[in-house]
């Protein structure tokens, strides 16, 4: 089992930034990833990070503007967010899976967390 727990949302202003935290208890999988999902809308891939940090992958839609990274040895995965927009604004959550494969589909990922809020004001 992995129990994962994200914390560091809030509310910013267009243009500021932001640093997501998910604690990762338990057994620790190899490929963590970050989601969103805004009301009224599907859930949506963030970023994917394998286990070594050395591959990691991002939608155009962040690319540029957020960093995913890890600290094995904390179990924990930052999600550092640059340059926020008010589309920014969601819901954001840490997911776990085995493999560094299919990493932009939420149904392959086995464990989530609840979730933290970002709101972006314009």
């Known amino acids: 089992q992995v129990q994962l727990a994200e914390s560091g949302g809030g509310l910013v202003q267009a243009g500021g930034s932001l640093r997501l935290s998910c604690a990762a208890s338990?057994?620790?999988?190899?490929?963590m990833g970050w989601f969103r999902q805004a009301p009224g809308k599907e859930r949506e891939f963030v970023a994917a990070?394998?286990?070594?940090?050395?591959?990691?992958y991002y939608p155009d839609s962040v690319k540029g503007r957020f960093t995913i990274s890890r600290d094995n040895a904390k179990n924990t995965v930052l999600l550092q967010m640059n340059s926020l927009k008010p589309e920014d604004t969601a819901v954001y959550y840490c997911?776990?899976?085995?493999?560094?494969?299919?990493?932009?589909?939420?149904?392959?990922?086995?464990?989530w967390g609840q979730g933290t809020q970002v709101t972006v004001s314009s």
């Open positions: 997911a776990a899976k085995k493999f560094y494969i299919n990493t932009i589909t939420s149904l392959s990922y086995d464990y």
């Open positions: 338990g057994r620790t999988y190899s490929t």
């Open positions: 990070i394998n286990w070594s940090g050395g591959s990691t």
